[in-house]
């Protein structure tokens, strides 16, 4: 019981965190569980989250960018396709922070 009561490390906050704002954009059209994001909840989720680091504000951007993710087209993003999204992101901005040509 006393692990219980230490601090969560901070990079296994960032990895609640991370599927805490999946799930709270996957709900946002009404789904009973968290499964999946459609293109809506994605523009959403960009807008919101990431603002200047991406161009969701072009209807035509946020489509592309949806079907790039959508690895197995069935119409939607799923936690595992979402995560390789952040994963890559990640890189791109750890390399921008420090100067790295990726």
């Given at each position: 019981?006393?692990?219980?009561?230490?601090?969560?490390?901070?990079?296994?906050?960032?990895?609640?965190?991370?599927?805490?704002?999946?799930?709270?954009?996957?709900?946002?059209?009404?789904?009973?569980?968290?499964?999946?994001?459609?293109?809506?909840?994605?523009?959403?989720?960009?807008?919101?989250?990431?603002?200047?680091?991406?161009?969701?504000?072009?209807?035509?951007?946020?489509?592309?960018?949806?079907?790039?993710?959508?690895?197995?087209?069935?119409?939607?993003?799923?936690?595992?396709?979402?995560?390789?999204?952040?994963?890559t992101l990640t890189m791109l901005i750890q390399g921008?922070?420090?100067?790295?040509?990726?």
């Open positions: 019981m006393s692990g219980l009561c230490q601090e969560v490390p901070q990079l296994a906050k960032a990895m609640i965190l991370v599927i805490d704002v999946f799930d709270k954009y996957a709900k946002k059209d009404g789904d009973a569980v968290a499964g999946s994001l459609s293109k809506g909840e994605l523009s959403d989720l960009l807008k919101a989250e990431l603002g200047e680091f991406t161009s969701a504000s072009d209807k035509a951007n946020v489509d592309e960018f949806f079907n790039q993710l959508d690895a197995d087209k069935n119409g939607t993003i799923s936690f595992p396709e979402f995560m390789a999204f952040t994963a921008l922070t420090h100067g790295e040509n990726t």
